[in-house]
Each structure stands twice: as structure tokens, then as C-alpha cells.
């Protein structure tokens, strides 16, 4: 997908045809008044005052008609400075143009003219206005003038514009693509999670196939997490404000975290992560330098209070889970506990087949100091260790200022998701203050009590966005091992068939494979279509002939070939596909 709004050539093409589209709709509609027009990721908007009128889907052809005739006409787009008493002036019957004009500070004030229409705007902009004739409105919808629930719902119309029409259609396919990806009509589609008003927005309910998704990828991560020498947990979702005040989360994080709770004279609050949690299971107990490191990993459910505005499928929510963990090391083990955790994540790349992907050096901004806690030493010296690590790792990566947590610097892997998304999946973090304000100690060589070094770890990130990534890059088709119905058993005729059927079925499901036996009263090709429909691995066909030779004749989804097997000769090859993993 293109980058609308970092791309300069793409960025001045699209807010200039903001203008055209805001041209159009005032032929149309003379009394539009206009609020902002911005370059957005999927191109532009403007937000309009039309009035009592509501756009609707015919009314966007209206509008690109008339904004063809714009195009055509080729007028000169021109860029003039007045003052701010005479913009004031300009725009004195525009309550929203007035207000734009009020919040600049005082001088020249730059307005644009094509034709005849005139905004107020900071540009820049193209020549003309023939260059923006590649465009295409998208869709529409209702925003909150200044995003205030208790102002008027001003009229938002998105569109997008090319320098070609081959790149406009090539875009616009994209976007069709882009669509049919998206893991909100995907999850619906395949029955993987729900949502309901009276629960909750941004609560997300999981449903049997969606759970099924989610508690193997748990069970994966855990048991790699226990071949590594991982320690599991599992601690409580709610907790004392005072623990978050010893973390520092609640100076720096309480506009994010849900309300607190009094009760009996103290108040609690809902955990947005699990860092001091597991602070004190480690101060619970002596340590030697011996006993280092301990790895304690939980897959928990945490809880943070997004706008209403950012809520995004499974991908945003405000609650979610965790693959999280937090490894106390002694200094000297840093380099080889950072370098597991990055050959960690790469083996768990390599079994889900990402490609697309990069390694992000995520630094404090030494500008806004007061985002972050800690002195200037410990700052310094744990990012000069992250980024050594890196080059001695032979790993590329990239840095990025402003990007850690308030506590330290961090590697996050960035994945290209399949519609074009930057997706942080995985992070590495290297911590100095946490162990101070919990006042965590081991034993060293000499018997002297130090400190430890937190590397604050997750893998697969959160569950639920990662679930959301997988339903975007595979468009719902799971690989055999994650999905939530592998094998799905069609008897020809239910009568004649079924008990050649449930035996299949009672083999496979001592295997620990997941098999669904359909044997309602419908036609052979329609139980056919809808397993394909539900995007269900294998579909076994079982008829006289597979009943009289005990085989089995399957076909993969997606494909129309329909091959016969002895039963062996399957489970040995849907067995063997598992243990690939991989996801095509």
C-alpha cells in the first residue's frame, strides 16, 4: 500500500484534490462549510457542515462527477499571504474558518485559489488542479467537529488521489484486497470472536473457534518458553494503586489504565501489563548470582483504557492478553539472554513464515525528558548495550527516537502486515529502574546484596493482535496446525456411511486432531461448498468405496483435485504437515 502521508509527491498531490472534492460539493451544495481536510494513511478527507443534508453513497458520484469538471477546467492553484485581520475578515461568515484562525499565531496567513474557490489552508499544493484528475472518492461518514461528542456531526468524506490511473487502479485493487483481509469481517465470517454493546466496547468475547486459535498458540509459546527454562505464573488482573505507584505506571501511565476502585479504604485498579507483578514474585525470595537468570513468563490478561476512536477489531482493545515475560539477570548475561530472546523470536517467525519484517531500536527522546524516569547514565548505557547486541548479532535494524517506555530503551520487531500495516509483534526491553523502585537484590560473589537487570520480553505480543495478524495475512485460511476444524468428514449417503465416518472420525480424534463430522440430510455438493465456505483445512469425501477398502478421499481447501489414501497414508501426512507448521 502507499504511503499517503510520508511520500511528499503523494502528500501535496492528495490534499490538493482535498480541495478540488471540497470545490465540487460547494457547487453542489453552496452553503458547505468546511472544517479540516488532512492527508490521512488511505489518502484524504474533509470534514463539511452541509446543512440538514446527509451524504450518502449516491451523492459520491455526484461529487467526483463535478470534481471531474474541476479537473478539466485546469485551473491554476494559487498561493497568496494575507493578514490574520484580513483572513478574519475573508472567512467572517465561516464559524468554522474563524475558529482555524483564532488558534494561529499572529503574521501572514496563506490562503489558496483555484477558480472559484478559495481556503484557507498551509499547502503546499500542485500547479493545477488537472493534476489531481486520478482520484477517487472511497467512503463517508459521520465526526464530531474538533472530535467532541457535544458538538454538531460534521459530514467526513475520504477519498484518494494518483499521479496515474494505472497506479490508481492498482491502488483501488489493493483496497479490495485490503477489505477481504480485514480480520473484523473475517472473524465474523469464521465465528472467532464477538462484541456487544451491553458488555462493553472494545471488550471482545471469544467464541469456540476463535478460543481454539488462541489456546493453541498459547500452549506453542509456553512450551518453547519451558524448553528455554522458563518459569510460568500466573498473577491477579486487578491490584493495589500503590503497586503502581512503586512501578512508576501510575505517573506515567494512568490516563491509560482504567479508573481506580475504592474499596475498604484502599483503591485498586486493573493491571495495563504485568512488569510489577512480577517484581514481586522475584523480591519474594533470596537470590544468588548462582540462581541467575530466572525467566518468569505468563500469559496474562491485561487491561487498558482506549479511546473509544482507537478501537480496532481484536486489534485494539481494552482487554487483552499477553505472551509476556521478565528475565533477572546479573550484568555480565545480558548480551546472551537478549541474543536467546532474538533467536527466540526468530524461530517463532520462521514456524509462522514471516519475511517481511525489521528490527527497531526503539530510544528515548532527550527532548521530553519528563516522558521518562531514571537518570541520564542508566539511559545511556543500556541503549549503547541494545545497539552493540544488534551489531554483534549481524542483526539490521533501524533506530527510532521517542519510541521506549518510559522505563527503557527497547528492540521491537516491526511486521509488514498483508495490507501494508507496520505491526510491532514482538519487543525486547532492557531495564535499570524497576529494579531500583522495587528495591529488587541478589547475592553476589562476595556476599554483597546488587542489583539485578530486568529484560522485560514478549514474543507473540498480544494474543488478540496477533490472532488479528494472522486472520489479515492468511485472508482465514489457517495453516492444519492452528486451525480451529482440521479435518471436516462428509459420509456420502449418512445412513450407509456413518459408522465407516465415526470411525474415521474416533481415529483422528485420538491423534489430538480437531474433526467435525457432518451428516445432516443435505446434498454431498452443498456440504462440499459450505466446508470450503468456512475455510475448513481437509474435507474427507467417505462413500461405498472408501467404507469397502477403508480409505479415505480428501481434498485440501482451495484446491479441486480429490485424491484417495489409505487411512495411515493420511493421518502420516496431515501429521507430517503439523509438525512444518508454516503458513502458505
Known amino acids: 500500500m502507499r504511503d499517503f502521508v510520508n511520500e511528499p509527491e503523494l502528500k501535496t498531490l492528495n490534499h490538493s484534490c482535498a480541495h478540488v472534492m471540497a470545490q465540487a460539493?460547494?457547487?453542489?451544495?453552496?452553503?458547505?462549510?468546511?472544517?479540516?481536510g488532512p492527508v490521512v494513511e488511505e489518502g484524504f478527507y474533509y470534514d463539511m457542515d452541509l446543512g440538514d443534508h446527509t451524504i450518502n453513497d449516491e451523492d459520491l458520484v455526484k461529487i467526483e462527477k463535478e470534481m471531474k469538471k474541476c479537473c478539466k477546467d485546469d485551473k491554476r492553484i494559487v498561493r497568496q499571504e494575507v493578514s490574520k485581520a484580513e483572513a478574519a475578515e475573508m472567512f467572517k461568515d465561516d464559524l468554522y474558518k474563524e475558529d482555524l484562525i483564532s488558534r494561529l499565531d499572529d503574521g501572514n496567513i496563506t490562503i489558496y485559489t483555484q477558480g472559484d474557490y478559495t481556503d484557507l489552508c498551509r499547502g503546499p499544493h500542485v500547479g493545477s488542479t488537472k493534476q489531481c484528475r486520478y482520484f477517487k472518492l472511497i467512503k463517508h461518514s459521520g465526526a464530531y467537529w474538533k472530535g467532541d461528542k457535544n458538538n454538531k456531526v460534521l459530514q467526513r468524506v475520504y477519498g484518494v488521489c494518483l499521479p496515474t490511473q494505472e497506479e490508481l487502479d492498482q491502488y483501488l485493487s489493493d483496497l479490495e484486497d485490503a477489505k477481504a483481509r480485514d480480520h473484523r469481517k473475517l472473524g465474523k465470517e469464521l465465528d472467532m470472536f464477538m462484541f456487544d454493546d451491553i458488555v462493553g466496547a472494545g471488550l471482545p468475547m471469544w467464541l469456540p473457534n476463535g478460543f481454539t486459535v488462541r489456546r493453541i498458540l498459547s500452549d506453542y509459546i509456553m512450551n518453547k518458553e519451558l524448553e528455554l527454562g522458563y518459569e510460568h505464573v500466573m498473577t491477579p488482573s486487578v491490584a493495589n494503586v500503590r503497586l503502581y505507584k512503586t512501578s512508576g505506571h501510575w505517573d506515567h501511565y494512568k490516563d491509560d489504565m482504567f479508573p481506580a476502585m475504592e474499596m475498604d479504604s484502599e483503591a485498586y485498579v486493573l493491571r495495563p501489563m504485568n512488569c510489577p507483578e512480577h517484581m514481586i514474585i522475584y523480591r519474594s525470595k533470596l537470590h544468588s548470582y548462582r540462581d541467575l537468570p530466572v525467566r518468569i513468563a505468563e500469559v496474562a490478561n491485561d487491561f487498558r483504557y482506549e479511546a473509544s476512536g482507537a478501537l480496532t477489531g481484536i486489534e485494539r482493545t481494552r482487554a487483552f492478553t499477553q505472551n509476556d515475560s521478565h528475565i533477572y539477570c546479573r550484568p555480565d548475561q545480558i548480551k546472551q539472554e537478549v541474543e536467546g530472546v532474538t533467536r527466540l523470536i526468530l524461530d517463532v517467525y520462521r514456524d509462522f513464515g514471516f519475511k517481511d519484517y525489521e528490527f527497531r531500536l526503539s530510544l528515548r527522546d532527550k527532548d521530553n525528558a519528563s516522558k521518562y524516569f531514571g537518570n541520564d547514565d542508566l539511559w545511556e548505557r543500556s541503549e549503547a548495550e541494545l545497539r552493540q547486541i544488534l551489531k554483534d548479532m549481524n542483526v539490521k535494524y533501524y533506530e527510532a527516537i521517542g519510541e521506549a517506555a518510559f522505563y527503557g530503551p527497547k528492540i521491537d520487531v516491526q511486521v509488514k502486515s498483508a495490507i501494508g500495516h507496520d505491526v510491532t509483534l514482538s519487543t525486547i526491553q532492557l531495564d535499570y529502574q524497576?529494579?531500583?523502585?522495587?528495591?529488587?537484590?541478589?547475592?553476589?560473589?562476595?556476599?554483597?546484596?546488587?542489583?539485578?537487570?530486568?529484560?522485560?520480553?514478549?514474543?507473540?505480543?498480544?494474543?488478540?493482535?496477533?490472532?488479528?495478524?494472522?486472520?489479515?495475512?492468511?485472508?482465514g485460511v489457517f495453516p492444519l496446525w492452528l486451525a480451529p476444524s482440521q479435518i471436516n468428514l462428509i459420509p456420502v449417503a449418512p445412513d450407509a456411511h456413518m459408522e465407516y465416518a465415526q470411525k474415521i472420525q474416533t481415529d483422528l480424534q485420538k491423534l489430538h486432531f480437531r474433526v467435525e463430522l457432518d451428516s445432516r440430510n443435505e446434498k454431498l455438493g452443498y456440504r462440499i461448498r459450505e466446508a470450503q465456505t468456512r475455510k475448513l483445512p481437509y474435507s474427507l469425501v467417505l462413500g461405498d468405496k472408501e467404507t469397502e477398502n477403508g480409505t479415505v478421499t480428501y481434498r485440501r481447501y482451495g484446491e479441486q483435485a480429490q485424491i484417495t489414501a489409505t487411512e495411515q497414508e493420511f493421518i502420516d501426512m496431515i501429521t507430517a504437515e503439523c509438525d512444518n507448521k508454516g503458513i502458505k
Open 25 to 36: 460539493v460547494k457547487h453542489i451544495w453552496p452553503e458547505t462549510k468546511f472544517w479540516v
Open 434 to 475: 524497576l529494579p531500583e523502585r522495587f528495591e529488587l537484590t541478589y547475592v553476589d560473589e562476595t556476599g554483597a546484596k546488587v542489583r539485578p537487570v530486568v529484560i522485560h520480553r514478549a514474543i507473540l505480543g498480544s494474543l488478540d493482535r496477533f490472532v488479528a495478524f494472522l486472520l489479515e495475512e492468511t485472508k
